[in-house]
C-alpha cells in the first residue's frame, strides 16, 4: 500500500500534476488503500512538496548568476545580478561612483530559485520565478511592475501610461516610442545634447534606476526593454524598482540614492551674460559699463575661450592663460568688474580622456599620469593661478565623449576644486555633459550647441522637464538658440528669453553673440559673424526688445526670494525649480501629458510661447481656481483655455491658495534695497509658504545656519500669520518692511518686520 503511494506519487511529480482535495480523498477512500493511509499520505505530500521547491539555476546572459534582492526603503527595492566565476562565487559589481552609501538589507541571496520565491519588504511584495527570470512588485492587489528577462541581455518591464525622465535630450515629452541607447551621441539642432540618466518613470506607479553596467532603453514596443550595452565578464547588473505612491517620492528615493542637490550660491539666481569672439579689452568693459547703464539687472559675465571663437578669454583649446588681446590685464580687469558686482566665469574645454579619484584632497604622483589618464587633484591644480584672481566660476565645455566616470568626476572637480581653495565659498560651474549623481556636486547642465528655431525652443520646454526629472534641478538652455539661422529674429529671441526667465539657468549665448545682448536688436547690424548662418540684418532695428527683456530681468530679480526658496526645496526633496504637471496631478489624464508647460515651484504655471507669430496661447489648467498672473482674472481649472498674447507677453498663471513673495528690483542679487518685500496672496483657498534665508553664498546652511518663516493664509477667516521658527536668523538683508497683498482684491497692508509673530486680518 505505502509502495503503490509512493509510485503514485512518483508519477505526479513526473507529470506536474496536482491533486485536488476531492482526488486525494476519492483515491484514499477505496477499501484497499485503507492500510498504512499514514504513509501514503506523507509520502504524497512528501513528493508534492518536492515538486512544488524544485530549484533552477538563476541565469544571467545564458550563464550561471547570482540574485541579491534588498530593501532599500518602504519604496525602492534593489536588484542585483551577479554572473558567477569558474569558482561559483559572484563577481563583483564593476566600480562605480554613481551611487552613495545607504543601507541595503537583504532579502534575498540566492543562485538558484524555486518555482514562486516570495518575499515582503514593508507594504511591498516581491515575487520571483525562474525560466525566464521573472520579478514581480506589487503592493496589495496591485502589480507595480512586472520585469521579465527575455533575451540573454534584456530585461522588459510594463508601459501601460506615459515614460518621463531618462535625462536630456531625445524626443520628448512621453519616451514611449523611442530607442534611447543612452550613449554618447552628438544630437544638436532641435534636441541639443544626449544627457542621459538611467532613471525611466511610469506615471502609473513606478520608476526603474539602473545603476550599472550602462544600458539603453528601448520604448518602442508594447512593453518597454532596457537593455545591457555589454557583457564583459563580471559586468554584474544592479537596478532598482521604485514604487512611488506620490510623485515626488521618486524624486526622494532618487537622492535617496545617488546624493542630495547643494543649494547653489545666490547670484545663480540671476541673469548670466555670456560672449563669444571679443573686439578687445575695451569691450570686456563696455558690456559690463552698458549692463549697469542702462539698469538691465545682471549678475554674472561668462567668456568663451580662444579656439572656438578668433579672440576668447585664453590662449588657446584647454589653455588657462589669458589672452592679452581679450583681457591685457587680467588682474585689473577681474578686479574692476567685482566692484562692479560682476562674476567673472571662463570657459575651459578639452578635458582628459580618463580623469580619475575620489576626492581633490588625494595626492597623486603626476608623472605617473597619462595624456588620458589624469588625477582630479592634479587637473585642479592646473586651474589654481587663474582661479586666484578672483573667477567665481567655470564653464567646463565638451566632454561628450567621456566614460560615465570620468563625466561624474569632472562635476566634482568643478565642486570640490574650488572649495579647496576658497573653502568656505559655494562654487558653481556649468557643464555640457553629465550623468546620474552630478546633482550633489551643483550638477548644473545647459541643453548644449542648438539651432536658433522655433521648433527646438517648443522642444527645450519639454527637454527641461524630463531633465528636472531625472538628473540635477538644474538646467537652462542658449537663449536664442546656438546656431543662428534666419528663423533667429527679435520675435523668437524675445520669446525664447521669457522662457529662460522660469528656467534655473538664465543665460544667454550663442553665435552672432552680439544679437544675444538685449540691446543687440537695434543696433543695425549683426556683430561678429561666426556662422554661414545668419539671421535677417533687417531683423536688426527692432526697439521693441530691449524694454520686453528688461521687463522680464526686473521679473526675474523680483522673485529672488521666491526662486532661492525654490533651490532650498531641491536640496531637501530633490524637487526641480521646472516641474511636470504630473508631479502634482498625476490623476489628471491631461496634465499628466502635457509637456508645452509646466509648473515653476509648486505655484506659477509657465505656459510659453512657442509659435511664430501667436497672438493667442491655447494651454491647460489644472482642476481648481487660478488666477492670470498678469491680469488677475480669475478662473476654473480642468479645461484647456486659449489666452490672447501680444509680443510682451507669456502667459502665467497662479494657483488659488499660493502665498509668493516679491522683491524689490535689484541690478545684481546682493545689492541692498530699502523698498519692503511684498507678499501677494492669492485667495480662494487656503495656503502656506515657507521663506527661507541663509548668507546666500557659504556652506554655513550645512551648518545649520538657515532659517525658515512660515506664513499661512486661512482664506475663510482672511487671516495671515507670519512666524520665524525657533531657529530664525539676521542674514543681512532681512526688509524691514512686508507689504501684504491680496492679489485680486487689491487690499494691502503693510508692517514692520521685526523678525517677530505677525497676525493679520482682512
Known sequence: MGIFGLVFCWFCVKSDFSLSNRQINAFLGRPKMK?????????????????????????????????????????????????????????????????????????????????SEKITAGSLNITISPSPLKIVVSRGQKTIQELVWTEPNVMSFQTNAPVLGLGEGEKQFDRRGILHPMDFRWNSGVYGSTVSSPLAIGTEGWAIFVHTPQVGFDLRGKAGNFFVQSNRPGNSLEFFVIAWQQPADVLSEYNRLTGTPVVPPKWTMGYMQSHRTLAGPNEVMDVAKTFREKKLPCDALIYLGTGYCPNGWNTGHNSLEFNPKAFDKPAEMISELIQQHFKVILHKNQPPRNLFGLSVKESFDESKQTRNYVHISNYWKRHIETFSLGVAGWWPDDGDELPQESKLARHRVYYEGPLSTRPNVRPWNLQRTGVAGVQRYGGWIWSGDIDGRWETLKQQVSIGQNYSLSLSPFWGTDTGGFYPTRELTGELYVRWFQFSTFCPSFRSHGRTWHLRLPWGWNTGTLGVIEDKRIPDVNETRNPLVEPICKKYLELRYSLLTYNYGLCREARDAGLGLIRALWLYYPNDPAAVVRGDEYLWGRDILVAPVIEKGATERKLYLPSGIWYDFWTKEKLTGGKEITRKVDLETIPLYVRAGAIIPFDPVRQYTSQSVDGPLTVRIYTGADGSYKWYQDDGQSLNYLKGEFSFTNIKWNDKDKTLVIEPDDKAKNFGDWPKQIRVELAAEGKAQTVDWQGKKIDLKF
Open 35 to 115: 492500510k498504512n493511509i499514514s504513509i501514503t499520505i506523507i509520502g504524497l505530500f512528501i513528493f508534492q512538496s518536492i515538486s512544488a521547491i524544485r530549484a533552477e539555476p538563476v541565469k544571467y546572459s545564458g550563464e550561471p548568476a547570482e540574485l541579491t534582492v534588498y530593501h532599500v526603503s518602504d519604496k525602492t527595492i534593489g536588484f542585483k545580478i551577479s554572473p558567477l566565476d569558474s569558482n561559483g562565487q559572484p563577481q563583483p559589481l564593476p566600480p562605480s561612483t554613481m551611487l552613495i552609501d545607504f543601507e541595503r538589507k537583504i532579502l534575498l541571496q540566492k543562485k538558484e530559485l524555486t518555482a
